[in-house]
């Protein structure tokens, strides 16, 4: 038993998959449109259908796999599709919307709507068509308000219709809109200058992009009838990540030095992004920084501003070749000077080709644009995820989004500023990392310089590093969390069974660190989680609360690289 992804590029049903790999849904196949008309609802019990354009036959065969038991979702239904769906199609809304849950509750979400962008549809339902999951709306009318997600019973199943491109509303978020990628600000094009706009800022206090992709796979587990595993996001029992790096800029070794003192001191550890022309950190400095700490490269693009595309991503690769000769490894995360950007892909299908693995340039803010300060203020993205072109090609290069930068966040007498003080920004930050280890379970990614650390950002590092240790929250560098990360992601269950109220697969991936854990729903159609056996023999397991549900926790081991783990409910 799996869910079916059905497949026809160009189509997202890769950047699903993703989404899916990301929330730990590994149980998956994907389908092509030549295996519907025969698909059984008992193997493949939920199909996921990215928005495409279909042909009658197709839309035939996916309303009866519903009608034989099966549960469509389908995003931007047509025709047949549609119908099935009991909606009538009255015509494109125009972004931004809301999206109000109304029916089953999203994890992390208390009450709060999401934003949606991309393509959205107006249909009126048919009488008696289905029950209301959400609604669309635009934030700046009361009047309009039209069906999001709809769930229709259709013979023995039912179809899941979604008024808007989910998938390509996430990746939007987070990676911006490609129609607007040389917008600079300050004479600088930055990543978090190519932001979409959402309307009002009423949502950056949520990772509204992350929830909303989690709310697909909550909703795509609550049709399938079994326990679904889920692969846990964060490493060992953790409830939330703080991702730590500074840029060196220029900085004294000596404050570098004393940055990496009072964070290995606080047992975290961090990352230090290093351009490589200019710098006073030599390959010597740099094998002692890498004792407890972690080095990437920091490439400055700024002496090419208003450059043509081309010149400033060659420029790119020039300076990651260069850092590589400098130093002698291959780096693993980059991040640019001033978050310079060039282009859309272009700098990440540079990064793909010369191997780095995680790209840290996005910062959830819209950048002297505004002054919302929410950490999630314009992008709602926290999680990595792997680039997507807009025709669904993925890129093998994670996207990790960053929260906080010290000069933006804490300088004083600088305009550009929110000019927190240390007082402050203990109260935000216990916010933060409350929310996140309770509701959001997300990383919390931030940007301290060295140089900023010795002259004004000191205090606040300090209270972040104090706020973590409150909360038995691990403080990560970037490259550490993407070695995690890489492992995590190889991880797919094979098999999975229900019979006689015993969950059963089998999955398989790279050999566990000890940081993995799946998680196990505590209880199933009326029936409480009695036993856990891992390779024959019982397991333990913690019950512990994720986006409001009761998991067990199992652990594997270090060294373990597959897993046949049981579980019997009664």
């Known amino acids: 038993m799996k869910i079916g992804i059905l497949t026809r590029p160009p189509d997202l049903s890769d950047y699903v998959a993703e989404i899916f790999t990301t929330w730990g849904l590994a149980a998956f196949d994907r389908i092509s449109q030549d295996q519907v008309e025969a698909l059984d609802p008992a193997s493949t019990p939920v199909l996921v259908c990215p928005a495409a354009e279909r042909d009658e036959q197709t839309q ?186 500074g840029d060196e800029d220029g900085a004294e070794i000596s404050a570098t030095e004393q940055e990496f003192r009072e964070v290995t001191a606080a047992g975290a550890r961090m990352n230090l992004y290093i351009i490589p022309i200019g710098t006073d950190s030599t390959a010597a400095d740099v094998r002692r920084y890498q004792e ?8 400055n693009l700024r002496a090419l501003d208003g450059r043509p595309i081309a010149e400033r991503v060659a420029e790119f690769e020039r300076q990651i070749r260069l850092f590589e000769e400098m130093y ?33 340039n996005y910062l959830c803010s819209a ?38 930068s010290d000069d933006v966040w804490f300088q004083e007498n600088a305009p550009k500023s929110f000019h927190f003080s240390p007082e402050m920004y203990a109260a935000l930050a216990g916010r933060i990392l409350d929310d996140s280890a309770t509701r959001f379970h997300v990383p919390y990614g931030v940007i301290l310089h060295p140089g900023n650390w010795v002259r004004f950002s000191r205090m606040h590092g300090l209270v972040l590093l104090e706020e973590a240790v409150k909360r038995n929250v691990p403080v990560w560098s970037y490259d550490q969390w993407c070695e995690f990360w890489l492992l995590r992601d190889r991880w797919r269950v094979a098999l999975l069974s229900w019979q006689d109220h015993t969950l059963q697969f089998t999955a398989a991936g790279a050999p566990d660190d000890g940081n993995l854990r799946w998680l196990l729903p505590a209880a199933f159609d009326g029936r409480t989680l009695d036993e856990v056996r891992v390779n024959g023999g019982p397991a333990p397991y913690t019950i512990v609360t994720r986006y409001g549900q009761d998991f067990a926790q199992v652990a594997l081991g270090d060294g373990i690289d597959g897993c046949d783990i049981s579980a019997v409910y009664s």
């Open 60 to 245: 035939e065969f996916l309303v009866g796999y519903a009608r034989r038991g099966g549960t469509v979702v389908t995003f931007l239904p047509q025709d047949i599709l549609a119908s099935a769906a009991g909606l009538v199609y009255q015509g494109a809304m125009a972004a931004p919307l809301r999206l109000r849950p109304a029916r089953y509750p999203a994890g992390g979400v208390s009450g709060e709507d999401f934003p949606v962008v991309g393509e959205a549809g107006h249909y009126i339902e048919e009488p008696d068509a289905g029950v209301g999951i959400a609604y669309l709306y635009r934030p700046d009318a009361y009047e309009g308000e039209s069906v999001g997600i709809v769930e229709t019973p259709c013979g023995e199943g039912r179809i899941l219709a979604f008024a808007f491109d989910l998938p390509e509303c996430v990746f939007t978020f987070r990676q911006g809109d490609p129609r607007q990628v040389e917008r600079a600000v300050g004479g600088n094009v930055r990543a978090d200058a190519i932001g979409i706009d959402l309307g009002p800022a009423d949502c950056g206090l949520i990772p509204f992009a992350d929830l909303l992709a989690r709310w697909l796979v909550e909703l795509v587990c609550r049709f399938v009838p079994a326990p679904v595993p889920l692969l846990w996001h964060l490493p060992g029992e953790a409830t939330a990540i703080v991702l730590y790096s």
């Open 292 to 299: 407890h700490h972690d080095v990437g490269p920091h490439p």
């Open 328 to 360: 002698g490894f291959r780096p693993t995360s980059v991040r640019n000077h001033c978050l310079a950007w060039a282009g859309y892909m272009e700098l990440v299908e540079v990064q793909a080709r010369l191997g780095i693995r995680m790209d840290a």
């Open 367 to 404: 950048y002297m644009r505004d002054r919302c300060s929410s950490p999630y203020h314009l992008r709602g993205a926290a999680m990595p995820m792997r680039f997507c072109h807009p025709d669904g090609r993925l890129i093998d290069v994670l996207q990790q989004h960053t929260h906080l």
